[in-house]
């Protein structure tokens, strides 16, 4: 089924937690019919080098983006970076640093696993993992696979959850500095999937302080009330909206989720014309 979106604005391909490369995931796109697909791999922008130097499916529209792991309040923050310039000095650094931290923190996660008594090493998380930086799901799959959990959430209940005693903490990064960040390499930054980062809304109203430019509303953890409750603050707040599947490729129901969530050419055109501006205009 052709998809009524123009744009899917969250996915992930094998350059962070998703099972596709990045040219595989173009051509999906297209398949779909979609005419524009941003790119939002987890604290890396490795995809959109990687396409920059191949061919890019015809007829699509490829918007450079990521997805940065925050911490605000001792929560779990997740901010969408687009149209942000994957070369720019700053970003290669940040990409550089939270690399380093993933790494250190993967160790921390197989040794209080193996101190558990789950045989898991390190090799084999990185080997799971490729070139791409260590996440929990690259972890979750060898735990699914050597029968200790029985899928992928099944592996986060069990170890990998905050509070279980697999999980170890990354080094924090604020929303401020995200935001700070995409704005110096010349984007914009959304705050993604708000309905999921908080159970009561009114906890979300703080960040709106913080310099962004818009929320992500549509998204499949976003009930309808959780969707209409952000489409309002968005427009009250002369906010920017967007929206996308957050593909992944690795749950049974990232099939059916492409296509079916994204955004409309003109939602689409208010954050390309808000990027454009912020070249000209700082
Ligand atoms: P990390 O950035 O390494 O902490 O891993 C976070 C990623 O794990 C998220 O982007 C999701 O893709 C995935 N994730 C988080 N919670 C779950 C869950 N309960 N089941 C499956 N995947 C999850
Ligand atoms: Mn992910
Ligand atoms: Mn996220
Ligand atoms: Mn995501």
């Known amino acids: 089924m052709v998809t009524p979106y123009y744009a899917d604005m969250h996915t992930h391909t094998t350059c962070s937690d998703g ?20 790119i939002t ?17 015809a007829g699509l529209f490829l918007v450079p983006g990521i997805e940065l792991s925050c911490s605000e309040n001792g929560r779990e923050v997740h901010i969408l970076g687009y149209f942000l310039n994957a070369e720019h000095a700053d970003l290669l650094a940040h990409e550089h640093t939270a690399r380093t931290d993933r790494e250190r923190r993967g160790q921390e996660m197989i040794n209080n696993l193996r101190r558990a008594g789950v045989d898991v090493s390190y090799a084999e998380l990185a080997e799971q993992a490729g070139s791409a930086p260590i996440t929990r799901p690259h972890l979750a799959a060898i735990l699914v696979r050597k029968g200790h ?3 992928m959430a099944d592996a986060f209940t069990k170890w990998l959850e905050k509070g279980r005693i697999g999980y170890a903490e990354r080094t924090k990064f604020s929303v401020r500095d995200a935001v700070s960040l995409i704005r110096t390499c010349g984007g914009v930054s959304l705050i ?71 955004i409309s050419e003109e939602q689409f055109d208010a954050i390309h014309t808000k990027a454009v501006q912020r070249r000209l205009h700082g």
């Open 19 to 38: 099972l596709r490369s990045p040219s595989e995931l173009l051509d999906k796109a297209a398949a779909k019919g979609f005419k524009a697909i941003a």
């Open 41 to 57: 791999d987890h604290d890396n922008m490795e995809a959109h080098r990687i396409l920059a130097k191949g061919q890019v499916s």
């Open 149 to 151: 959990a029985r899928n």
């Open 192 to 262: 993604a999937h708000p309905g999921r980062t908080y159970q009561d809304p009114r906890l979300f109203l703080s960040l709106l302080s913080l310099g962004i430019d818009g929320i992500e509303v549509f998204h499949p953890s976003h009930w309808n009330v959780t969707r209409e409750y952000y489409r309002m603050l968005a427009i009250q707040h002369h906010l920017l909206l967007s929206g996308g599947s957050d593909y992944h490729g690795s749950r049974e129901y990232d099939e059916q989720n492409f296509g079916t969530y994204g």
